[in-house]
């Protein structure tokens, strides 16, 4: 079957680094992504990974594991407008996306 | 990047009409689409796939009666709820995907009343 874990929710500090896990198990592996998505509106593209290793973009990197079927997102310097849902997916066969629940996370000042 | 436009961004309807909601790959050919809708804090769940020129296929659960699933050109996906009833209300959005990428439409809400 397909399945992807996701904590549900996190709290951070404004200026703190956050790390947000996901694990998978699914029947093909064509990548994986990261989307942050506020509520109400469409997921917005945050990264891609489909070998494994470390991915840095600006504030934001992304970590995947193949072998371990693991991923992370790791936001540096957060600030209030982080504060979104963030969505690990996973690219299956068909090129559809399969999602984890989301991960609610809360940037306090 | 690749622009995907979805309309309407919003929807309500009374229970028992139908509703059509598009998709529109702006800049580029999309052979295939995918819709997803998205209840209350939950997940994004796949729906179906939509293939130009064929049949799309449907995830298990999804009626493929009630969610007609049109994909007449290489640039328009349509879905349309028939027959829409309260517990159809959600968000319904519509993807196309490049190799290294997923681009999104906007999403439709859907408020059946």
């Known amino acids: 079957g397909q399945n992807i874990d996701q904590p549900t929710e996190m709290t951070a500090t404004e200026g703190a680094i956050v790390q947000i896990n996901c694990t998978y198990q699914?029947?093909?592996?064509?990548?994986l992504f990261w989307y942050q998505q506020h509520a109400g509106e469409a997921p917005t593209f945050l990264s891609y990974n489909v070998l494994d290793g470390l991915e840095e973009k600006g504030r934001f990197s992304s970590f995947l594991s193949r072998s371990k079927g693991y991923s992370y997102l790791l936001l540096k310097e957060l600030q209030m407008k982080d504060s979104a849902s963030y969505l690990c997916a996973v690219k299956g066969s068909q090129g559809n996306l399969i999602f984890g629940k989301g991960t609610k996370l809360s940037v306090k000042p | 990047g690749a622009v995907v436009s979805q309309h309407p961004s919003w929807v309500i309807c009374k229970s028992g009409t139908s509703v059509k909601i598009e998709c529109r790959s702006l800049d580029f050919q999309a052979t295939t689409m995918f819709w997803y809708r998205q209840f209350p804090k939950q997940s994004l769940m796949l729906m179906a796939t939509?293939?130009?020129?064929?049949?799309?296929?449907?995830e298990q659960g999804v009626e493929k009666d009630k969610f007609l699933i049109n994909h007449a050109s290489l640039t328009l996906s349509t879905l349309t709820v028939t027959s829409a009833h309260p517990e159809d209300s959600s968000f319904y959005i519509c993807?196309?995907?490049?190799?290294?990428?997923?681009?999104f439409g906007q999403g439709t809400r859907l408020t059946v009343v």
């Open positions: 699914t029947s093909g592996f064509n990548g």
């Open positions: 939509s293939n130009e020129g064929s049949k799309a296929t449907y």
């Open positions: 993807s196309a995907s490049e190799p290294a990428e997923a681009f």
